[in-house]
């Protein structure tokens, strides 16, 4: 079964709603308490920025809201899994998209939790990141259900009802903040201090190896390298993450810069044009980043070190 579909099977049930959620909203003292502690959350979320005190003070207080002392029930405990996860997420969605910048304090405070135990975390938060970008995240397509209505299947890829007015652009910029945000969580080292214990609970589709093989699934669909998103999607990741990729993978990464440089110059018309013909500013984008990447060496995205 492909990854994708063992998440949603296994663990989106747990996560889909915490406003309808069957496991917690039938007990009066967790539904309280799950009220509560949302309140505490959210704002912590709004107040990180990038410096490695203010880093440290909100993963440390998020770490004290998830594991008290009692612990909380586990069906508790993933709904908060939950808040935290949807709360990071809205910020990528509302301010990654407009200061790419900031997704870099939010992946280290999302990283430092899963390295301080809560490694279910990674696992319910890439459930709902999943559930908002859909194929982006995964790097394959992911097919139409049976009898799966139109605005259910536009879900399913990440769209907004039809209500909403989301248009195409906003669709891609929303789509390049949850990239942006992916590829931060992916770069970030693991801290020097979390042990090799924890450090193996970390999820695989958190650890940085993630990146090249959802570079290589992207960049191998042909569907997907011909969908509007992806040139602006690929440039959002290579600013984030490249500069790591390339200590990482060097000579791979000459190449595939190489190939993404020759594709983002192809002229209109083309056959298997990157992006399509209403790629065209996705791959400007990419063009002028990727030159500027070999010109200069390295990419330096603001936020990648800690603000002094």
Not at 274 to 301: S, Y
């Amino acid at each position: 079964m492909p990854e994708y579909q063992v998440i949603k099977s296994d663990i989106m049930p747990q996560v889909k709603s915490t406003k309808l959620r069957p496991d917690v909203q039938p007990n009066p003292e967790w539904k309280k308490e799950l009220t509560k502690l949302r309140r505490q959350i959210i704002p912590k979320i709004g107040q990180i920025t990038n410096t490695q005190a203010a880093v440290e003070r909100i993963s440390s207080q998020l770490d004290q809201i998830l594991a008290p002392s009692p612990r909380h029930p586990q069906a508790l405990y993933v709904a908060l899994l939950y808040v935290v996860s949807k709360a990071v997420l809205k910020q990528a969605e509302e301010e990654v998209t407009v200061k790419p910048s900031t997704a870099f304090p939010l992946a280290r405070v999302v990283m430092a939790l899963v390295e301080q135990g809560h490694d279910l975390l990674g696992t319910v938060f890439v459930a709902k990141l999943i559930s908002m970008s859909s194929h982006w995240i995964v790097g394959t397509v992911i097919g139409r259900e049976p009898n799966q209505s139109d605005e259910d299947y536009r879900k399913s890829l990440g769209y907004r009802p039809a209500s909403s007015g989301e248009t195409t652009p906003q669709y891609i910029e929303r789509m390049g903040g949850l990239v942006t945000l992916y590829a931060a969580i992916l770069q970030t080292p693991i801290q020097t201090t979390t042990s090799r214990e924890a450090a193996q609970r970390i999820p695989a589709y958190l650890r940085f190896p993630r990146f090249w093989t959802w570079l290589a699934r992207l960049v191998g669909n042909s569907d997907l390298m011909s969908d509007p998103a992806a040139s602006h999607l690929l440039a959002c990741a290579l600013e984030t993450a490249g500069d790591r990729a390339m200590e990482v993978w060097g000579k791979q990464m000459v190449k595939l810069r190489a190939a993404l440089g020759r594709k983002a110059f192809e002229a209109d018309g083309s056959v298997h044009l990157l992006g399509g013909e209403e790629g065209k500013a996705g791959r400007i984008r990419l063009g002028l980043l990727l030159d500027a990447w070999q010109k200069n060496g390295a990419i330096h995205p603001p936020g990648r070190e800690y603000d002094e």
